[in-house]
């Protein structure tokens, strides 16, 4: 590659990494990578062209079909869970894409984390695929097609540091375009130091927040006040950037930790604005299939192979996905409250977590 290339690269993944909030879409279809046939594997991905990028290159050295869904241009968990990436996008895929013609079998291997909106009992009612939810991490695809089994590290979200700065620069980076450019217009010397409060809050807030305990936002609202008295003292005090001192941090913390679609290592993608809701199971009703345990993204279920059930064995580290209430086809999952409140799995399948959008759920 010439160093020009490598450049154009270089700057499209930044780009992308740090303005992912804006849809980046790649055009949706089927992909031959290496030299799949007839009984080579079908992987479906949606159409963000940095994960389409990035998975490419995470195959190399794999026969396989790629079948790039349109999930709206957007990354496959937040896509999922806001319903850019559905039963529908995936049967529409399976049905237009002429996949039919060029494999034998009838399996498409979907990535974990779109486990939360598309249901693979229906997609199989739908095209008579069979749907298997592959690894979180695509770079773990290669190990888990030559076995076709998930190990414990495959199935769980890790966010290693790498996915943490890469979520501080997705916030960090339109953040501070914002309010250092409002800053130019306004009071030019704050630009800097706006720029440096944002961009150290976006580092401790996704590499260290999740991580601090309960005292985590008297924390952040502590650090967050220090630097913002220290950018005042570098602009040059005044009692307007005295006032801006006390208002930044707030805003500041607010846009950061604000639970968006999706999850994020600081917070679980919640369907529902209280947090007293718990994953509840009815073990009369399963019967041992386990798609909960291939799909949770925090390993909350154990397998009884003996009694052929599941068990709940670490609730604790729930993040209210939903992914396994959407899966279960025995109805045994669904979210239960202190005061026996329920969410029906139902109600789960319906709702969508769109920007900014209703996040309320009936219960009963
Ligand atoms: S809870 Fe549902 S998905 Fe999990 S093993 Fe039981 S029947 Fe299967
Ligand atoms: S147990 Fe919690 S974290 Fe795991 S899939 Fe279900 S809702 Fe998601």
Request: glycine residues 8%; proline residues 5%; contains cysteine.
């Given at each position: 590659m010439s160093l020009q290339s490598q450049l154009g690269t270089f700057t499209r993944e930044f780009l992308q990494t740090a303005f992912r909030l804006v849809p980046w879409p790649t055009e949706a279809g089927l992909r031959a990578i290496g030299q799949p046939d007839e009984s080579s594997p079908v992987l479906l991905t949606g159409n963000f062209d940095l994960t389409v990028r990035r998975l490419t290159h995470a195959l190399e050295g794999v026969d396989a079909w790629l079948l790039v869904a349109p999930s709206g241009g957007i990354n496959v968990w937040c896509a999922s869970s806001g319903g850019h990436l559905s039963t529908h996008q995936v049967v529409t895929a399976l049905k237009t894409s002429g996949i039919a013609d060029k494999v034998q079998h009838r399996q498409v291997i979907l990535p974990q984390l779109a486990a939360t909106g598309v249901l693979a009992l229906d997609v199989f009612r739908r095209s008579r695929w069979k749907v298997r939810f592959g690894p979180v991490d695509m770079h773990d695809i290669p190990a888990y097609l030559d076995k076709r089994e998930k190990t414990d590290a495959m199935r769980r979200v890790r966010f290693p540091l790498s996915e943490r700065l890469q979520m501080a620069l997705m916030w960090g980076a339109p953040t501070t375009l914002i309010m250092s450019g409002l800053a130019l217009g306004?009071?030019?010397?704050w630009a800097l130091p706006l720029a440096v409060l944002i961009a150290a809050m976006s580092v401790f807030v996704f590499t260290l927040y999740d991580r601090l305990g309960e005292a985590r936002r008297w924390m952040l609202l502590g650090v967050s006040i220090a630097l913002s008295l220290a950018a005042t003292l570098f602009a040059g005090g005044g009692t307007g950037a005295l006032v801006a001192a006390v208002a930044a941090p707030a805003f500041v913390t607010g846009l950061l930790t604000f639970d968006y679609a999706g999850s994020t290592p600081t917070e679980g993608g919640s369907h529902f604005e209280e947090r007293e809701w718990h994953i509840a199971f009815d073990e009369s009703l399963c019967d041992g299939i386990f798609r909960c345990w291939e799909v949770c993204p925090e390993a909350c279920f154990d397998r009884d192979e003996a009694n052929r059930k599941v068990v709940v064995a670490h609730d604790d580290r729930c993040i209210r996905c939903g992914a396994c209430v959407v899966q279960c086809p025995k109805d045994a999952l669904f979210f239960e409250a202190h005061d026996s409140a329920r969410i029906e799995p139902d109600v789960i399948r319906k709702f969508k977590l769109n920007l900014l959008g209703a996040r309320k759920v009936e219960t009963r």
């Amino acid at each position: 590659m010439s160093l020009q290339s490598q450049l154009g690269t270089f700057t499209r993944e930044f780009l992308q990494t740090a303005f992912r909030l804006v849809p980046w879409p790649t055009e949706a279809g089927l992909r031959a990578i290496g030299q799949p046939d007839e009984s080579s594997p079908v992987l479906l991905t949606g159409n963000f062209d940095l994960t389409v990028r990035r998975l490419t290159h995470a195959l190399e050295g794999v026969d396989a079909w790629l079948l790039v869904a349109p999930s709206g241009g957007i990354n496959v968990w937040c896509a999922s869970s806001g319903g850019h990436l559905s039963t529908h996008q995936v049967v529409t895929a399976l049905k237009t894409s002429g996949i039919a013609d060029k494999v034998q079998h009838r399996q498409v291997i979907l990535p974990q984390l779109a486990a939360t909106g598309v249901l693979a009992l229906d997609v199989f009612r739908r095209s008579r695929w069979k749907v298997r939810f592959g690894p979180v991490d695509m770079h773990d695809i290669p190990a888990y097609l030559d076995k076709r089994e998930k190990t414990d590290a495959m199935r769980r979200v890790r966010f290693p540091l790498s996915e943490r700065l890469q979520m501080a620069l997705m916030w960090g980076a339109p953040t501070t375009l914002i309010m250092s450019g409002l800053a130019l217009g306004l009071a030019p010397t704050w630009a800097l130091p706006l720029a440096v409060l944002i961009a150290a809050m976006s580092v401790f807030v996704f590499t260290l927040y999740d991580r601090l305990g309960e005292a985590r936002r008297w924390m952040l609202l502590g650090v967050s006040i220090a630097l913002s008295l220290a950018a005042t003292l570098f602009a040059g005090g005044g009692t307007g950037a005295l006032v801006a001192a006390v208002a930044a941090p707030a805003f500041v913390t607010g846009l950061l930790t604000f639970d968006y679609a999706g999850s994020t290592p600081t917070e679980g993608g919640s369907h529902f604005e209280e947090r007293e809701w718990h994953i509840a199971f009815d073990e009369s009703l399963c019967d041992g299939i386990f798609r909960c345990w291939e799909v949770c993204p925090e390993a909350c279920f154990d397998r009884d192979e003996a009694n052929r059930k599941v068990v709940v064995a670490h609730d604790d580290r729930c993040i209210r996905c939903g992914a396994c209430v959407v899966q279960c086809p025995k109805d045994a999952l669904f979210f239960e409250a202190h005061d026996s409140a329920r969410i029906e799995p139902d109600v789960i399948r319906k709702f969508k977590l769109n920007l900014l959008g209703a996040r309320k759920v009936e219960t009963r």
